[in-house]
């Protein structure tokens, strides 16, 4: 099993910035890819970003330039910088872990969501 726990979520200005956190425990060594998502209420939750263990990143494009993920595996760590943030950047951001196993499919994990909220 695995536990995700994000922080640095809050209240920002238009233009303002946020570095979320989410810190991996437990058998963190199944781990590949870790991931942010985010879901606005009554929207479907959209993939933001993600790295794999060997620092290979994907963006999605209303993201990019603006938010930079980052991955200390070291600590179990993963990181996303937010910058310029946006109004309708507003939603509940969710940490995710891949894990592998050779009896089941992969596993998503999730983190307890953190509120992000940009003010106009």
């Known amino acids: 099993q695995v536990q995700l726990v994000e922080s640095g979520g809050g209240l920002v200005q238009a233009g303002g910035s946020l570095r979320l956190s989410c810190a991996a425990s437990?058998?963190?060594?199944?781990?590949?890819?870790m991931g942010w998502y985010r879901q606005a209420p009554g929207k479907e939750r959209e993939l933001l970003a993600a790295?794999?263990?060997?620092?290979?990143?994907y963006y999605a494009d209303y993201v990019k330039g603006r938010f930079t993920i980052s991955r200390d595996n070291a600590k179990n760590t993963v990181y996303l910088q937010m910058n310029s943030l946006k109004p309708e950047d507003t939603a509940v951001y969710y940490c995710?872990?891949?894990?592998?196993?050779?009896?089941?499919?992969?596993?998503?994990?999730w983190g307890q969501g953190t509120q992000v909220t940009v003010s106009s």
């Open positions: 995710n872990a891949d894990c592998l196993s050779y009896l089941s499919p992969p596993t998503k994990y």
């Open positions: 790295i794999t263990s060997g620092g290979s990143t």
């Open positions: 437990g058998d963190t060594i199944c781990i590949s890819t």
